[in-house]
């Protein structure tokens, strides 16, 4: 039977305090002080801990997915995977792809080719799980033609020596995604690799996919998105100079520049938080420029920050989604505008706070 997704991640209004732990959680943020380096490898690179080397002597229980987002999903298989190198008395390996499958062998859609996190956000989020190490493969087109037979028997051994191999039941490997778990499963028995094929997480509307919460923040939903995630989804980017209406109209803003790959949620605007040099404040956020002053661009965002006095001009940025408010619409008048903002940002004190809160691990 598959696990079941219950409840929510974000329940408004919320102090200081639990505020600046939520954006730790949806920023992969960890308090562990632990060292982690990272070395090149046979097509690709790895991120271990203090202790850990992989090597082709070293035994693994190895999780091996896109990961993309690391959602409920991902996160049951990385606590399988832990629990089971820990039962074995060796390392947690996960095992990831850049550019993600989809992406090479164009197998999504337009919108799903939005990445939900960057490749090191990703490796953020799996060692922020408690795993020993990362591994990224570069997946390119000798990889992608790779027989699962060939990546099982040879290619993965000479990286590690894995004990147990943990995906989802849906999950591929190899040319032509010829790979299943049962398959793998029959040549593992003759490898001696245990293969597990865990079943997916769902609720009431499906399984829970990188896919589904990809269209949900197309949608504009980003709160049943967080319930997906088990935290906000956020953007990063540079702040650029603006077009100065903001300021004009006395508020605190920062227009960010994100990368068009990333997963972006439908132009409208948003509850939500603004984080940078360890800090985060509240914000109203719009996403695509506003019609009122310029076409549409969705790939960039406006945020007016509650309780911001500085300039973040050049500064990399997180900006982190809470709460769907309402859908942009051009107005009439600066006085209309003006009036719009400021009920925004009053939703924002009331449910977010009125002042910055600190976020450093």
């Not at 380096?37 to 090597?55: A, F, I, K, N, Y």
């Not at 591994?135 to 290619?155: H, K, T």
């Not at 002053?293 to 309780?307: H, R």
């Not at 911001?308 to 408010?325: E, K, M, N, T």
């Amino acid at each position: 039977m598959s696990e079941e997704v219950r409840g929510g991640f974000l329940t408004l209004p919320m102090g200081g305090r639990e505020l600046s732990s939520v954006v730790r959680e949806s920023l992969f943020m960890s308090r562990e002080k632990s060292v982690v380096r990272d070395r090149p490898v046979q097509g690709g690179h790895v991120w271990e801990r203090e202790g850990v080397t992989l090597s082709p002597l070293v035994g693994a229980s190895v999780c091996i997915g896109s990961f993309d987002g690391f959602h409920v999903g991902h996160r049951m298989l990385v606590q399988e995977t832990m629990g089971d190198a820990r039962k074995r008395g060796i390392a947690s390996v996960a095992l990831t792809f850049d550019p993600l499958p989809a992406e090479l062998l164009h197998l999504c859609g337009a919108s799903g080719r939005h990445r939900l996190l960057s490749r090191e956000e990703r490796v953020r989020a799996l060692l922020f799980a408690g795993l020993d190490a990362v591994m990224v493969l570069d997946f390119d087109r000798a990889l992608a033609d790779m027989g699962y037979e060939d990546f099982l028997a040879r290619a993965l051994p000479s990286l590690m020596a894995p004990r147990s191999i943990h995906v989802g039941s849906d999950f591929r490997l190899g040319r032509g995604g010829a790979g299943t778990v049962e398959r793998l499963s029959r040549l593992g028995r003759r490898l001696h690799i245990e293969v597990y094929g865990h079943e997916l997480v769902c609720d009431g509307h499906g399984n829970v996919s990188s896919t589904r919460v990809r269209g949900l923040l197309h949608e504009g939903d980003v709160g049943e998105a967080a319930r997906l995630l088990d935290r906000l989804h956020f953007v990063s980017g540079s702040v650029l100079h603006g077009r100065g209406e903001g300021k004009d109209l006395g508020f605190p803003t920062a227009n960010v520049r994100v990368d068009p790959s990333r997963c972006m949620p439908a132009e409208g605007v948003y509850g939500g938080l603004v984080a940078s040099g360890g800090l985060a404040w509240p914000a109203a956020i719009n996403v695509g420029a506003p019609p009122t002053f310029s076409g549409s661009d969705p790939s960039f965002l406006e945020a007016n920050l509650v309780g911001f006095d500085g300039d973040l001009y050049g500064a990399d940025v997180s900006v982190l989604f809470a709460s769907w408010l309402r859908a942009s619409r051009r107005f009439d008048s600066i006085e209309e505008l003006e009036r719009a903002v400021r009920a925004n940002i009053d939703w924002v004190r009331a449910k977010l706070g009125d002042r910055g809160v600190e976020v450093t691990a």
